[in-house]
């Protein structure tokens, strides 16, 4: 079986990891909210119901890491419409 | 979902994170948007994405596309999507229900939640959840409430703007806040700043010109289809009095101006939309009712045809009638015609019409005013129906009633004395006896203390936040000692104004008013009464214009309004007519008041004063020869 540099098992040949992306998110949301990472993954797995969700809130955050302190950003369905 | 990833970090406990907020009203805790000015909540990005809608023109946030693509606002967006007939109201409307189960289509307008007793009310009314345990009506509903940022007041928020939340009387009121632009001096609606400290008109401040009138353009609170309430009100004027057929009937346009131009539109589309008199308006803009007196008489609405029929009479479409005369007249019928037997009726009939009717329209032939007087014809033939009813209830014949059975008549009580009248006329026209009838003894009644009278007349001098009509009126009444009756019918002409000193003519001569009554008198004119109706003209002859279009208040209607005020007509009338005869001569008295030479003779002698010697006095003090 195919897996990530992390060595976490990868569902195709041609799909990101999704375990990398959710670890990568906990990291990000634990240094901003200055919280453990425990504390953080229980925040994160509340908000991510699907691995889409997932996908979109990496995507928003990877394009402004400033998001969650400034509660500001793009994420699909922003305004204007791109 | 970055805004709940945030929420559920500070809810677990992260110091550094603070609720992402909407950068315009300052919401927190719902999704966020972004915009150019930063992240703001749905309601204040739609805000700013006003534009003109491509199908009604006006400016306000664009929902959609339409299918060529064109930008269109909500409501356009819901009154051009799927449209089907209303099997209830026939109309093609958007659809509220859809048909199942052999029920029709059913409409916004007309589908109407099930009913059910409500959980929080108890009544028994429409209500949402109807089929489970706790329904609720619409009543009782829970609404979310918010401090307005205007007024301070905990209400449901009609609008949310960039100061906060906004309860519906303010946003009412912003709507229609208007004045002087600080930068432009334009006389447009203030936005900017935010609040009710407004200074400067949209465009000034590079906001968004929103809630403009589609005809008109005005900055104002909308009506209906982007119209504001002025011209709403000429569009459906106009409807109906076109009939459908999009052209008003000539002699009707003066009707259509005349509610056109009404003070107050609101009230007016309410009259349009509501009333029994818009629905007889209707029908003779359309043929079915002929747009005369006697197709109004015969209407079973008497008080909405008898307002139409004023407002008819001064847009000139009826010729003008003495109302209180033919009313009497109609009225007389009605009573005489419960008048037994048929001999008595006869005798009753030729009173009225000849005695009673003859007086009443000679009377009003002498002196034009807007109103007769006719509550002692009313009173007369009301006692000649009473009396002919009595005797005929005892089997007494008119022609063999005796003075024994006049004098048992008189003793069932205050009011049998009126019957006096009729049993003269009777006897002179040979159809009973001569009788001794005693006049009905004239009450003086009280009057007030001249503490009382001063101590009212000086706060209607001086309370400001009083109506001008009940100040005006009750220092006419407590200072001149007017009759309320003659304080009704005042015309604005006289009232005049000479070298800075506002005159009324009350008599035969001016009388210098001092200030501040002048000034009440004065602002009475320029603004005249708020309430008057629709249909009123624009201006009014009347110093006290009533609700019927073209008519003064009525006398009794100014009298309640006194009394709420602790003023009591006649009380007050009295003293003041007491405290002026014991200061001026009676002829004096009799040219300013207006007052009949023996009234102002009887005013002397109750107040105790003795002018007999006032014009040797006058002549000796003035050295005038003989």
């Not at chain 2, 002929?290 to 609405?301: F, G, K, N």
């Not at chain 2, 009313?378 to 129906?385: D, E, L, Q, T």
Request: charge should be positive.
């Amino acid at each position: 079986m195919a897996c990530c540099p992390s060595g976490h098992p990868l569902p195709g040949p041609a799909r990101p990891c999704a375990a990398c992306r959710r670890d990568a998110l906990i990291r990000h949301a634990a240094g901003v909210a200055a919280l453990p990472a425990v504390v953080a993954a229980a925040a994160v797995d509340a908000v991510i119901t699907s691995p889409a969700v997932l996908r979109a809130l990496s995507g928003a955050l990877g394009a402004d890491p400033d998001m969650l302190a400034h509660g500001r950003g793009r994420w699909p369905g922003d305004w204007p419409p791109s | 979902m970055a805004g709940r990833l945030a929420a559920e970090l500070i809810a677990r406990g992260s110091a550094t994170l603070t609720p992402a907020a909407c950068t315009r009203c300052g919401r927190a805790g719902i999704p966020l948007f972004l915009t150019p000015a930063g992240a703001a909540c749905k309601a204040c990005t739609a805000r700013q994405r006003a534009g003109s809608c491509a199908h009604c023109g006006v400016v306000k946030p664009l929902a959609c596309r339409d299918g060529q693509g064109q930008r269109i606002c909500e409501r356009c967006r819901r009154h051009h999507r799927g449209q089907r007939e209303c099997g209830i109201c026939g109309k093609t409307t958007p659809i509220a229900v859809r048909a199942r189960d052999g029920s029709p289509d059913i409409c916004a307008n007309c589908y109407r939640l099930p009913s059910a007793v409500c959980s929080k009310c108890g009544k028994y009314r429409e209500c949402n959840f109807a089929a489970t345990s706790r329904p609720v009506c619409p009543s009782c509903s829970p609404r979310v409430t918010a401090a307005c940022a205007h007024c301070g007041n905990d209400r449901p928020p009609a609008a949310r703007w960039p100061e906060g939340p906004v309860c519906d009387p303010c946003y009412q009121a912003a709507l229609r806040h208007r004045g002087p632009c600080s930068a432009c001096g334009q006389v447009r609606r203030l936005v900017a700043p935010p609040g009710p400290h407004a200074s400067t008109c949209a465009g000034c401040a590079g906001i968004p010109v929103t809630h403009t009138c589609a005809s008109c353009g005005i900055e104002d609170k909308l009506y209906e289809k982007g119209r504001c309430e002025r011209c709403s009100l000429r569009r459906r004027a106009r409807q109906l009095l076109s009939a459908g057929t999009g052209t008003i009937p000539s002699h009707l346009s003066g009707v259509f101006e005349a509610i056109c131009t009404a003070r107050v539109p609101k009230s007016a589309l309410n009259w349009l939309r509501r009333s029994h008199g818009a629905e007889l308006l209707a029908a003779m803009a359309s043929g079915t009712l002929p747009a005369t007196h006697e197709a109004l008489d015969a209407h079973p609405r008497r008080r909405a045809a008898d307002f139409l029929r004023h407002m008819l009479t001064v847009g000139g479409v009826l010729p003008p009638r003495d109302q209180a005369l033919a009313r009497t007249g109609q009225w007389a019928g009605s009573v005489i015609e419960a008048v037994q037997p048929a001999a008595s009726r006869q005798v009753a009939r030729a009173y009225a019409t000849w005695q009673v009717m003859r007086r009443l329209r000679a009377s009003a032939g002498r002196a034009a005013r807007p109103r007769t007087y006719t509550a002692h014809a009313h009173r007369n033939i009301h006692a000649a129906a009473s009396f002919l009813a009595w005797l005929h209830s005892r089997g007494i014949p008119l022609a063999v009633c005796g003075q024994a059975d006049a004098d048992a008549w008189l003793a069932t009580g205050p009011a049998a004395c009126q019957v006096r009248d009729f049993l003269s006329w009777a006897a002179a026209h040979g159809h009973c006896q001569h009788f001794t009838l005693p006049a009905r003894a004239r009450a003086d009644g009280t009057a007030a203390s001249q503490e009382q009278r001063w101590a009212l007349a000086a706060r209607l001098l001086h309370d400001d936040t009083l109506d001008p009509t009940d100040r005006a009126a009750g220092c006419l009444v407590l200072l001149y000692g007017q009759q309320l009756s003659r304080i009704a019918t005042m015309t604005t002409s006289q009232v005049t104004t000479r070298a800075d000193t506002v005159h009324v003519c009350l008599g035969d001569h001016d009388v210098p008013v001092p200030e501040p009554l002048g000034l009440i008198l004065t602002e009475l004119i320029r603004a005249g009464r708020t309430h008057a109706d629709t249909g009123s003209p624009a201006a009014s002859p009347w110093l006290f214009p009533g609700m019927l279009p073209g008519q003064p208040i009525t006398a009794s209607r100014l009298g309640q309004r006194l009394n709420r005020m602790g003023i009591y007509a006649m009380a007050g009338r009295r003293a003041a007519l007491t405290d002026l005869a014991a200061q001026l001569p009676s002829a004096v008295l009799a040219d300013l008041l207006g007052l009949a030479p023996n009234t102002a003779v009887h005013w002397m002698r109750q107040a105790g004063g003795d002018w007999s010697r006032y014009a040797a006095e006058l002549a000796q003090t003035r050295h005038h020869q003989p």
